[in-house]
């Protein structure tokens, strides 16, 4: 690895000095196994073993001047606390500085070692520079301060200098005087400017995770719904992105920004709702968000500004994952032409967009195809990842081929402070190691200018963004460096012989791919888009749908969601889900089965569209599975028809139909796009039909005749059979009383019997058979 090489021209340090007056001790010892092992020690430090030094926790929680010159005077304070079961007496609190470390390789040793080595470890200034505690009782703990002026600490030559804190004591099982506790950190020597300024570009990232949801409200301004309110605190003057420009905005930083940040806070700024149980109440931040949407504005001003393609797409998943899926890959250009109007139009500035940075820098070639299938010309890679050979820091930038510019950032000052910062101690260790490598850096070739660039996590906590921001203040006097934009960096001479071919896919590591997104992922956004793609061409207002839920699909790729594949596909779940209850606002009214009589008739199917916009380019389609028994249009047993509907409104469609034969006749009705696929579920109904045929009409109605016929002939009989009778009891009559006849009667018809009629029954009349 580079990195490795010693500080150039200096002179031997009053430490190491010492060093040597001590090995010389020892007989027979060389001067090396002295400075690797140590020499033989005083008589205080004699009974010291590795367990005993660790009795007492020695927190070194400020340092200052991180940076110091040589009119300063250096304030260390603390706390050191008993971790042992037995009283510490005749504590004492001492400052050691010594000696100065060659090469930032030295520096990573000495950051690792714990415990106290005797004569590797500074020996104390001592003397009035001292903390004095009578007693330290187990388990509690004191505070120290100790000012010491530089001049006493006989710093010796510019350079990185090993400065430890040390409380040593008695305890009951061991009187002799003994180092209990130690902490170390470093001290950056530079006085003067050096010649050759290391130009130095930090990357200032403003980066979230999702919380829109695709989802907006029915009303004409689409208000948007979040699924909590958690953004409105990390927003906040003392939230973690209220932190982040706050702090930046006094920087000489390049801010690296994912549109879709800027994009949620905005429509925070208007009405907006939050999720809650199964329904949504009103947000209520819109304050907050205009407050930190104008400082980002303020701070952005004058500044090189990166935009990420929006939502941040997780390249190196979509390499390694995504690629096989169809049309995964078709998102990033998109997603890179909304970033640049994203953050325009917000900011008011216009941003590069042709950086590409993948997840801790990890670069592949499958990863630089992907970041550069979207234009990227340029992408963040680092140190780790594209390794060099050299025994010295090159500058960042190397061309890797095919117009493609790699911008290594340097990976021991990019993870400088990834750990927990809340800690005070943690805190100024991290920012002195930063510091401490820095000038190590610089003294690689004090006479070679490089350009090197610091591209910390993408989303640093509220306590990890003060300590860098403490670190980069400590090197606002640019004595070794001096700050340089990421375009400019990026654009620098590459050194000779520096590493410029990217590695193969087995070198990727097998952290970072434990944490990529599944194939199932892309699988998913496919079928939304494939979703989406078929229910836009029906719509009057597209960009009412294809906007959020376009924006929704690039969520779904983010870098945020690496360590949460739970969360990450609830998410996907909850936008197909609600994609599809908008689809299906769009549907067929369900029909009872239908009876025909007649020969033709038309049949009703009601589309129904519960949207607030209007669809057309819709087609309904009936179709009988009997055409021979009932069809439409001269023997066809498909009809169609056009649809257009307005939003929140219903179209009855009507069908004519011819039937040929009784019976029942299964239909199908369906929605269809004008490309000719389907829309939405079919519909199914059955059609009963009872036509009377010509044929079957003159059965019927020759036997209706028939027995019309029959009828009239037998009342024809039974009026003669009638008349007969009375004629013949008439006669009888007559000769029985020839002799007083009745003058009326002879000639009178039968009283009952009516006249005689041959016409048929009129309708509903009985008729006795």
Known sequence: MAEAADFQGMSTSPARRWLRRTAALTAGVPLVAGLLCGPAAPSAYASEDATGSRTVDVSLDTLTPSTPREDDTLTVSGTVINRGKQTVSDARVDVGVGPRLSGRTALDSAAERTGH????????????????????????????????????????????????????????????????????????????ATEKKTRFTYLWPLISSTRLTSETSSDEQQTPVFKDETLAAELAPGGRLGQLVSLGSELPVTWVIDPDLLATVDAMTRNYRVKSGNTTVAGKNQAVAERWLSAVEAAVQERKVVALPFGDPDLASLAHRG?????????????????????????????????????????????????????????????????????????????????????????????????????????????????????????????????????????????????????????????????????????????????????????????????????????????????????????????????????????????????????????????????????????LIEKSDVTLSGRSATIPVTVQNQLVQGIDHLVLRLRSDHPTRLNFDHDKGIAEQPITVEGGHSQSVKFTAEANANGPVPMTAQLYTEDGKPYGEPMKFTVKVSELTPTVMLVIAGGVLLLVLAGVRMYSRRKRAAAREAAAEGTQDTKGDIDSPDPGQASDPAPDTGAESGDPSGTGEKVDR
């Not at 004095?132 to 004191?142: E, T």
């Not at 700050?483 to 590459?494: E, G, I, Q, S, T």
């Open 117 to 192: 080595e005797p004569g590797v470890d500074p020996a104390p200034i001592g003397g009035k520079y001292t903390t004095k505690i009578p007693q330290l009782a187990s388990g509690i703990s004191r505070d120290f301060s100790l000012s010491i002026p530089v001049s006493e600490l006989k710093l010796d030559g510019a350079g990185v200098y090993q400065l430890g804190v040390s409380l040593s004591g008695q305890t009951p099982d061991n009187s002799v005087d003994q180092v209990l506790g130690i902490q170390r950190t470093f001290l950056p020597w530079q006085p003067e």
């Open 323 to 587: 690629k096989d899926v169809s049309g995964s890959l078709s998102h990033l250009q998109p997603a890179t032409e909304v970033a640049d109007t994203t953050v325009e139009t917000i900011l008011h500035v216009k941003p590069s967009i042709d950086f590409a940075w993948p997840v801790d820098g990890a670069v592949d070639s499958s990863i630089v195809d992907v970041a550069t299938s979207a234009g990227a010309h340029k992408v963040i890679a680092r140190s780790d990842s594209l390794q060099d050979n050299l025994g010295y820091t090159p500058s960042a930038a190397r061309p890797i081929g095919g117009g493609t510019t790699a911008v290594v950032a340097d990976a021991r000052l990019s993870t400088a402070f990834q750990g927990d910062m809340l800690q005070a101690g943690s805190s100024t260790l991290a920012v002195q190691k930063f510091l401490a490598q820095s000038l190590a850096l610089t003294q690689q070739d004090p006479k070679k200018q490089r350009s090197i660039v610091v591209a910390p996590q993408r989303m640093p906590t509220a306590a990890q963004a003060q300590s860098m921001a403490r670190a980069l203040h400590a090197l606002d006097d640019q004595r070794w460096t001096q700050p340089l934009d990421l375009v400019a960096a990026a654009a620098a001479k590459p050194d000779a012989n520096v590493t410029t071919k990217v590695p193969g896919a087995s070198q990727y590591p097998g952290k970072l791919r434990k944490q990529e997104l599944p194939v199932q992922a892309f699988q998913d956004i496919r079928t939304t888009q494939n979703r989406l793609d078929n229910f836009k061409v029906i719509l009057t207002a597209q960009h009412r749908v294809v906007t959020p839920f376009g924006r929704a699909i690039d969520r779904e790729m983010s870098t945020s969601w690496r360590g949460s594949p739970v969360a990450a596909q609830q998410y996907r779940t909850s936008v197909q889900d609600y994609l599809q209850s908008l689809t299906e606002e769009v549907q």
